[in-house]
C-alpha cells in the first residue's frame, strides 16, 4: 500500500506500429520505457500479451485511440510463442493509465491491473475473454470509466479483493457498459468503490 514517489522525468514517448516505426510491438516500447514515460500506439492488430511489472514502469501512460478504441486492437489468438493470458496486465506498477484500446480472444482477461496503488482504465472495449474483461485486484484506488465488456465468460468489470484501509483510497467506476457476460460487474471482496 505504500505509494512510490511520482517520477521526475525528463520523460519519453515511444511510438509503436505495424510499419515504420522503432517498435514494432508493444511490449518492447513497454520494456524500453521508464516511469512516467508514454507509450503510443497506432491503429492496427497486435497479436501479443502486454505486460507493465513493478515499480519502474510506475506513471506509465499506454495510449491507443481513446476516441475509437476499435482500431487499436490486442489480440491473443496468434501461436505458441505469443502470451496468451492476458491482453494487458498491470502488476505492481502505481498510476498507469491503459487507454483507448480493444483486447479479445485471451484465455484470461482482457485488463488485468493487481497490487498497485492508483491506476486509470479508460476507453476500453474487453470482448470474448476466458475470464473477466475489466479487472482490478488486491488494489487501492483507481478509475474505470467509458469503457465497454461483452461476451466474456464471466463478468465484464470486476473490482475484488480491495485491502482494508483506515483512510480509503476510493476507487470509481462510470459510465461502463456490460452486456452478453455472465455476470455484468463483479464485486467479491471489494470495499471503498463508487
Do not use: W
Amino acid at each position: 500500500g505504500k505509494v512510490t514517489p511520482r517520477p521526475k522525468g525528463p520523460f519519453h514517448t515511444y511510438t509503436v506500429c505495424k510499419k515504420g516505426c522503432k517498435y514494432k510491438t508493444i511490449q518492447s516500447a513497454v520494456d524500453k520505457a521508464k516511469a512516467g514515460d508514454t507509450v503510443k500506439v497506432k491503429s492496427g492488430t497486435y497479436r501479443e500479451g502486454v505486460t507493465v511489472l513493478g515499480a519502474s514502469k510506475r506513471y506509465l501512460k499506454l495510449i491507443g485511440n481513446p476516441k475509437d478504441p476499435s482500431k487499436v486492437v490486442l489480440d491473443g489468438t496468434q501461436g505458441k510463442k505469443t502470451p496468451r493470458q492476458n491482453g494487458v496486465r498491470v502488476d505492481g506498477a502505481n498510476q498507469v493509465t491503459i487507454n483507448g484500446f480493444t483486447a479479445k480472444h485471451y484465455n484470461g482477461n482482457g485488463f488485468f491491473v493487481v497490487n498497485v496503488t492508483g491506476y486509470e482504465l479508460n476507453h476500453l472495449n474487453a470482448t470474448l475473454v476466458g475470464v473477466y474483461g475489466v479487472y482490478a485486484f488486491n488494489s487501492l484506488g483507481g478509475v474505470m470509466e467509458n469503457s465497454q465488456a461483452s461476451y466474456n465468460s464471466d463478468s465484464g468489470f470486476y473490482i475484488g479483493q480491495t485491502p482494508p484501509q483506515t483512510k480509503p483510497k476510493r476507487s470509481i467506476v462510470r459510465n461502463v457498459k456490460a452486456f452478453g457476460n455472465v455476470i455484468g460487474f463483479s464485486g467479491t471482496n471489494m470495499r471503498y468503490v463508487t
